[in-house]
């Protein structure tokens, strides 16, 4: 459903919104990830102060080029309470600018603890709202289930890790589930399978708004993620993580996701934060260019 054809009162959903995002500004995201090195680098102090004006020069180069931005919280939240402070204004500054903001918190916890994750990053008008948010489902995907609904009322999105880009992940997420004495689908299937089945049962529309993060350095086949199942419409959005410093390349996106290419969110912290703050727009439009000439 778009805008237009949304009644008066009817939130426009996540999806909706990511769908025409990708539509008008391709797949890349910016991480806004404020690792030490890089504040030295960029001539900033390492402090809330320094990671401040990291995140407002990132949302400054990104608005306009790209359509998402990827502030990941724990760079701000070692500083503090003065680093949520400037997270907030971060958060804002992007969304004043049109980007959609992907809180990278991965929450995960029982059921109702959880939801009060989900109220702090998607109610509308509280101080850190995002656009949508990460969550970790390994404490069962059942525990989703309020942060779920949360998200549909307020038209938010979530993220739901699935297969993670970092090699330690294979020890968890590859695992099989034993149904009675047969082997079933991985962990990470399993996972996948659950957000693309929720979207067909509460969404309308091309996109769905329950997306999984899928690691571009995996081997989706190995871990028993099905790419056509999550292709189907409503689609679940993919956010992929991996591309640039983890060794994924961004020419090679719609190999890598086949089917859910065209709702693949392709994000880059370190590979375009090193570019510095003089070169970091050259370094997006770099990659823009890039993924618009794969997905032409
Ligand atoms: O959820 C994420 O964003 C995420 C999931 C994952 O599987 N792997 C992963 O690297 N990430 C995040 O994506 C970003 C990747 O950063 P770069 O490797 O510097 O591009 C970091 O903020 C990670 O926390």
Not at 17 to 36: A, N
Not at 46 to 68: I, K, N, T, Y
Not at 187 to 213: C, F, L, P, Q, Y
Not at 251 to 268: K, Q, W
Request: charged share 25%; hydrophobic share 40%.
């Amino acid at each position: 459903m778009t805008e237009a054809t949304a009644g008066a009162d009817e939130v426009q959903s996540f999806g909706s919104r990511l769908s025409e995002t990708i539509e008008r500004r391709g797949h890349l995201c910016v991480g806004i990830d404020p690792h030490t090195y890089l504040l030295e680098e960029w001539g900033l102090p390492v402090s809330a102060v320094g990671a401040h004006e990291f995140g407002l020069r990132v949302v400054e180069a990104a608005a306009g080029r790209v359509g998402v931005v990827k502030p990941q919280v724990a760079f701000y939240e070692r500083f503090g309470a003065i680093g949520y402070k400037v997270l907030e204004d971060v958060v804002t500054a992007a969304r004043e600018a049109g980007l959609l903001v992907i809180a990278d918190v991965k929450r995960g916890d029982v059921d109702s603890t959880l939801e009060a994750y989900g109220e702090a990053w998607l109610t509308p008008g509280l101080p850190l709202e995002a656009d949508a948010m990460t969550l970790n489902p390994y404490q069962g995907f059942d525990t989703l289930a309020h942060t779920l609904g949360l998200a549909k009322t307020h038209g938010k999105g979530l993220f739901i890790l699935a297969a993670t880009s970092n090699p330690e992940s294979a020890s968890v997420q590859t695992a099989r589930r034993v149904r009675g004495s047969q082997e079933g689908r991985t962990v990470a299937g399993g996972i996948a399978a659950r957000a693309a089945k929720w979207n067909r049962e509460h969404e309308t529309g091309d996109m769905g708004s329950v997306g999984v993060v899928l690691g571009a350095t995996l081997d989706f086949e190995f871990l028993d993620i099905d790419l056509e199942d999550l292709a189907r419409a409503p689609s679940a959005p993919v956010l992929a993580p991996g591309f640039g410093h983890q060794g994924a390349e961004f020419s090679r996106v719609r190999e890598i996701f086949g089917p859910v290419a065209p709702s693949t969110i392709v994000t880059a912290s370190r590979g375009l934060l090193r570019a510095g703050q003089d070169g970091l727009a050259e370094a997006i439009d770099r990659q823009v260019g890039v993924l618009e000439e794969t997905y032409r």
